[in-house]
């Protein structure tokens, strides 16, 4: 846990395009998150949310981005945002506060900036300033808040042999298609530069699966996954690549999922963990693959994260939304380290059951429990006090897609994944007859799940 700070900002001013001399109303409300406390010396990096108002762009539209903090360091604080505007179609505006001069009340309380469209080239600048109408407000609301700082913010330090991952599953309710998006931020163990790389599938139910590529590209700058046309921050995703094309925000009030125990991704005591940030994630947005358009309006999904060394000797994973707020988050691995490689599975489990998280001791269910790994069919169990849970899932072939790809290291990976899997789960609890059937919901074609495996 770390402590960070809230406030509100409004900044309003005017805006011109590109070779027009009129002055537009141009103003945007922003509320901003920080990960720790500012330091007049360092530099921090808050998350910026709100709404941008500027006339013959933007009605109110919601905004996305980074607010950095660096008044002695860099002499500047920098925002930066996107949104989807009134015509369809994503902006971006960078601008920054140049802290330094004799006249600094006018320094802290200007931002000019310019607003650039999807492809980066420029459409307009603007001018905005503080008004000191909103002084008390904006003092009044700041507030302090204590939170994870690791969960949706690149956690990679610059060490070499790191893996970092920000992956997204969904099921389409309208049309059954499943989709699933990875972005992958791989740092070798040579020591070379590091890159992002990652994949977007679509899973119809009339057809096989399509998979298009992106990457590797240079890392971007900001606290999240910037690479090339591909970007992955907190509740939106967009990217292009090899004619697909998507646009995806998504919302969840749930608590995060720790499906490994909390202390193994705060302080790396594995060599790899996955969170679920957003485990009953929905969805909205447009994606295109293949000439095929997929419209999502309040799809059921998750997004994830994993961070460590690279990826497990062999894996497999589930991700099944149940209803209601109820959804089962399943990571079965065994180990690279040396030793550790011939022995059996190691089922994490994490299923929220009416706001519950069970079981209490996930570890301790985990070192009880037993896997069988293997394409089609796999099988977790773990016990946990007087209940057991029983895991069965099915990843036909024609519904799954193989996608390779390298650890830091170099070595070799496959895994398999389908987004419109079926799984048979199945919650008991023990009486003095025997096991007897608590809970049991059975998805067909709406399981998210993957099988790893090494050459």
């Not at 001018?127 to 003092?139: A, G």
């Not at 499906?259 to 302080?267: G, I, L, V």
């Not at 030793?339 to 599975?345: E, K, Q, Y």
């Not at 895991?391 to 895994?415: L, N």
């Amino acid at each position: 846990m770390s402590t960070g700070l809230e406030f509100t900002e409004t900044m309003v001013g005017g805006w011109q395009r590109s070779g027009d001399t009129v002055d537009r109303p141009f103003r945007f409300d922003a509320r901003v998150e920080t990960p720790t406390l500012l330091s007049p010396f360092g530099t921090v990096v808050g998350v910026l949310t709100g709404t941008l108002t500027a006339e013959g762009l933007a009605s109110g539209t919601p905004i996305t981005g980074t607010l950095e903090v660096s008044p002695l360091r860099h002499h500047r604080l920098r925002y930066t945002f996107t949104t989807v505007a009134d015509d369809g179609h994503r902006y971006r505006f960078d601008g920054w506060k140049t802290i330094r001069g004799v006249r600094l009340l006018r320094a802290w309380t200007t931002l000019p900036g310019t607003v650039y469209d999807e492809d980066g080239e420029v459409v307009g600048t603007a001018l905005t300033r503080f008004p000191f109408e909103t002084t008390l407000s904006f003092v009044a609301g700041f507030r302090l808040l204590r939170h994870d700082t690791d969960l949706e913010a690149r956690r990679w330090s610059g060490r070499p042999g790191r893996l970092e991952v920000w992956y997204d599953t969904l099921t389409d309710p309208r049309t059954g298609t499943g989709l699933w998006l990875h972005h992958e931020l791989c740092a070798p163990s040579d020591g070379s530069a590091p890159s992002g790389y990652g994949w977007l599938a679509l899973f119809p139910p009339d057809g096989p699966p399509e998979l298009v590529r992106f990457g590797p590209e240079p890392l971007g700058e900001g606290p999240w996954f910037t690479a090339g046309d591909v970007v992955a921050e907190p509740g939106n995703r967009s990217g292009k690549a090899e004619g697909a094309t998507w646009e995806l925000t998504y919302e969840d009030d749930s608590p995060p999922l720790y499906t490994f125990p909390r202390a193994a991704w705060r302080r790396e005591l594995l060599p790899s963990a996955q969170i679920v940030p957003a485990p009953t994630a929905s969805f909205r947005g447009t994606v295109t693959v293949g000439g095929r358009t997929l419209e999502l309006d309040g799809a059921p999904g998750g997004a994830a994260r994993i961070y460590g060394h690279g990826n497990a000797e062999r894996w497999g994973w589930l991700h099944a939304d149940l209803g209601d707020g109820d959804v089962l988050e399943v990571v079965a691995a065994v180990s690279r380290r040396p030793g550790l490689r011939r022995l059996p599975p190691l089922p994490f489990v994490r299923l929220r059951l009416g706001g519950v998280d069970l079981p209490r001791f996930g570890l301790l269910a985990a070192l009880g429990g037993s896997a069988h790994l293997g394409l089609p069919d796999w099988d977790v169990t773990v016990r946990f006090g007087r209940r057991r849970l029983r895991v069965r899932v099915a990843q036909p072939a024609d519904r799954s897609v193989a996608v390779e790809y390298h650890d830091p290291d170099g070595s070799p990976a496959t895994c398999t994944n389908s987004e419109r899997a079926d799984a048979e789960i199945v919650l008991e609890h023990r009486t003095a007859g025997g096991w007897a059937v608590e809970r049991r919901w059975t998805l067909t074609g709406t399981a998210h799940a993957e099988i790893g495996s090494r050459p």
